[in-house]
T-cell receptor, first 116, second 111 residues
Framework: DARVTQTPRHKVTEMGQEVTMRCQPI?????VFWYRQTMMQGLELLAYFRNRAPLDDSGMPKDRFSAEMPDATLATLKIQPSEPRDSAVYFCASGLLTSGTSYEQYFGPGTRLTVT | AQSVTQLGSHVSVSEGALVLLRCNYS??????LFWYVQYPNQGLQLLLK??????LVKGINGFEAEFKKSETSFHLTKPSAHMSDAAEYFC?????????FGAGTRLTVKP
């Protein structure tokens, strides 16, 4: 049963600390997305990659957030320095885009981040 | 730019009653449309999708949705609500790039 995995599932940290969230997409998927979910803003797209190349990171605060795909099996989202307003659930999703077709996204269970 | 609007942030139905969750979309190209469900403390799970072909799409857990181009709608229905259907539901639209989600509708099912 192929699934997107995310670590850690929960993270509590103090303001100013660096936070790194990891995602393992489903094997063979070529597109990876990072979302943030809060009560106030709902589900926001932060960034996404295709074939490990960043395609769009316009939803991400550039000064403190960074997203990378060191290899096809790992995507990372880093916040440095973290702030209380970054408290949210961060989801990773992956999908397989092939020529001329649409595709659904498969979501991981999320990382619940609390910044105090 | 593509977008979706979900009408009603909260919907409450009685167990056994019809479920209707509304979604309208905007897209400059033929849309691909999706409904996802999110249970508490979980990620989003695909319920159903429309790409091309038959406009009435059946999904998991007895849900279905009908694509109506003339109304730019993709409403989600289920004939008889079950307590286990209580969750948040998201409509989404996609081209061949990213996917845009609606704000979500929280469904409550009363016994």
């Amino acid at each position: 049963d192929a699934r997107v995995t995310q670590t850690p599932r929960h993270k509590v940290t103090e303001m100013g600390q660096e936070v790194t969230m990891r995602c393992q997409p489903i094997l063979g998927h070529n597109t990876v997305f990072w979302y943030r979910q809060t009560m106030m803003q709902g589900l926001e797209l932060l960034a996404y990659f295709r074939n490990r190349a960043p395609l769009d990171d316009s939803g991400m605060p550039k000064d403190r957030f960074s997203a990378e795909m060191p290899d096809a099996t790992l995507a990372t989202l880093k916040i440095q320095p973290s702030e209380p307003r970054d408290s949210a659930v961060y989801f990773c999703a992956s999908g397989l885009l092939t020529s001329g077709t649409s595709y659904e996204q498969y979501f991981g269970p999320g990382t619940r981040l609390t910044v105090t | 730019a593509q977008s979706v609007t979900q009408l009603g942030s909260h919907v409450s139905v009685s167990e056994g009653a019809l479920v209707l969750l509304r979604c309208n979309y905007s897209s400059s190209v033929p849309p691909y449309l999706f409904w996802y469900v999110q249970y508490p403390n979980q990620g989003l799970q695909l319920l159903l999708k429309y790409t091309t072909g038959a406009t009435l799409v059946k999904g998991i857990n007895g849900f279905e949705a009908e694509f109506k181009k003339s109304e730019t709608s993709f409403h989600l229905t289920k004939p008889s609500a079950h307590m286990s259907d209580a969750a948040e539901y998201f409509c989404a639209v996609s081209d061949l790039g990213d996917m845009r989600f609606g704000a979500g509708t929280r469904l409550t099912v009363k016994p």
